[in-house]
Nanobody, 119 residues
Framework: QVQLVESGGGLVQAGGSLRLSCAAS????????MAWYRQAPGKQRELVAG???????SYADSVKGRFTIYRDNAKNTLYLQMNSLKPEDTAVYLC?????????????WGQGTQVTVSS
């Protein structure tokens, strides 16, 4: 069973920075893509940033220029560097990995890490 474990969340003041980590079991290149989602109370889960195996990235408009998604293949770890944090960034952040073959399509999720940004 694939396991994704997030860490790095916490409480930070507005304008501050955090780096989230997602440690994945096995080789992260087995996944077609990986991504960070977030879900705030009363809101739907939204895609924050994604990265494909070829390195192509995508970001939600709300975080462009502030967040950076990247990976360390040697450590099998996905990261989300979050700068210039705003109170509206407060949410549970979830790591996602997608695995696709000609036969199966699977999504794996971590349990999430809380990010709280104070004003």
């Amino acid at each position: 069973q694939v396991q994704l474990v997030e860490s790095g969340g916490g409480l930070v003041q507005a304008g501050g920075s955090l780096r989230l980590s997602c440690a994945a079991s096995g080789n992260i290149f087995m996944f077609d893509s990986m991504a960070w989602y977030r879900q705030a109370p009363g809101k739907q889960r939204e895609l924050v940033a994604g990265i494909a195996t070829d390195g192509v990235t995508s970001y939600a408009d709300s975080v462009k220029g502030r967040f950076t998604i990247y990976r360390d293949n040697a450590k099998n770890t996905l990261y989300l560097q979050m700068n210039s944090l705003k109170p509206e960034d407060t949410a549970v952040y979830l790591c996602n990995a997608h695995y696709l073959t000609a036969w199966i399509s699977r999504d794996y999720w971590g349990q999430g890490t809380q990010v709280t940004v104070s004003s």
